[in-house]
């Protein structure tokens, strides 16, 4: 059940607009963006609508699916969270190198979100990345909604080091206190030169963004450093109840994340209802 956690795919999937190792970014929109997925997810169902919005608009907009542990099966993100991140800064060079652009906008959502920040950090890429969307990322480790805190905390701490890597080494790697997490939190996450924007829900209940005493949840989502623009989706759209997938559809949230793209021209938010949960 950790494999899909993050990142469930709608029936349909947007397969073209994007991928388009020909195009050339234009003056107006000169860096590509790279769109990274979620855990358990793939480019096409989870950031492929949000590619082909970004691409209407004048964009070089780029997918992978990575981190599969079978090639045959369309699910990405299940890896070593540091093997993904290889792979995804391989593809960042493949697009710099046919677009010929010098550095690349990256949008993630949910593990995507959190390579967004991993990647220009510990791989040391931040000098081919212009701006970070990161949509609902489990910067300081998620709890899978408590329930590796509850295992945790019944002494059962074999289901989370021992079950759930079997099939899924990013799940152990994403929760709190996690190796991949212990990485990106050790030192500065906001790397110079790079222009962050982070983005989630009061009310994703997957990756709860806030301290919750309810929920027995410290901060996930907001890096607290120079350079970094933290806001909720409430903030700007008080009644939208999207939750943690529906962010990567939301109508509300790819305007948001046009404006941190593009925040010299910058347009007012229509609000919408998008998916709750």
Do not use: W
């Not at 070593?80 to 550095?103: C, F, N, P, Q, W």
């Not at 890429?125 to 709890?143: C, E, N, R, S």
Request: aromatic share 6%; glycine share 10%.
């Amino acid at each position: 059940m950790a494999a899909i956690v993050f990142a469930m795919v709608p029936a349909s999937a947007a397969t073209s607009g994007y991928n388009d190792f020909t195009c050339k970014p234009n003056a107006a929109h000169p860096d590509p963006v790279v769109l990274l997925h979620g855990l358990g997810g793939n480019a096409d169902g989870n950031v492929g609508p949000l590619a082909l919005i970004l691409a209407a608009k004048g964009y070089c907009t780029f997918a992978p699916t990575y981190g599969k542990v079978d090639e045959t099966v369309p699910v990405g993100g299940t890896v070593d969270i540091d093997i993904s991140a290889h792979e995804i800064a391989s593809y960042i060079d493949r697009v710099l190198t046919a677009t010929g652009a010098s550095k690349v906008d990256i949008v993630g959502h949910s593990e995507g979100a959190f390579q967004s920040l991993y990647v220009p950090k510990v791989l040391g890429y931040a000098g081919k990345v212009g701006k970070v969307v990161a949509l609902a990322p489990p910067t300081h480790g998620t709890t899978f909604v408590g329930l590796v805190t509850v295992a945790q905390d019944a002494d059962l701490d074999f289901l989370v080091t021992k079950v759930i890597p079997l099939g899924c080494p990013a799940c152990s790697e994403l929760v709190v206190g996690g190796s991949a997490v212990k990485t990106l939190d050790n030192g500065a996450i906001a790397q110079p030169g790079v222009a962050y924007t982070i983005i989630a829900s009061r009310t994703d209940a997957l990756v709860v963004p806030h301290k919750s005493t309810l929920f027995n949840t410290a901060e996930t989502a907001f890096v607290a450093e120079s350079g970094v623009k933290n806001a909720y989706v409430q903030d700007t759209c008080p009644l939208d109840p999207v939750g943690h997938i529906g962010l990567a559809y939301d109508a509300d949230v790819s305007e948001m994340v046009s404006n941190a793209l593009d925040p010299a021209h910058a347009e007012k938010v229509t609000c919408s209802l998008g998916l709750p949960g």
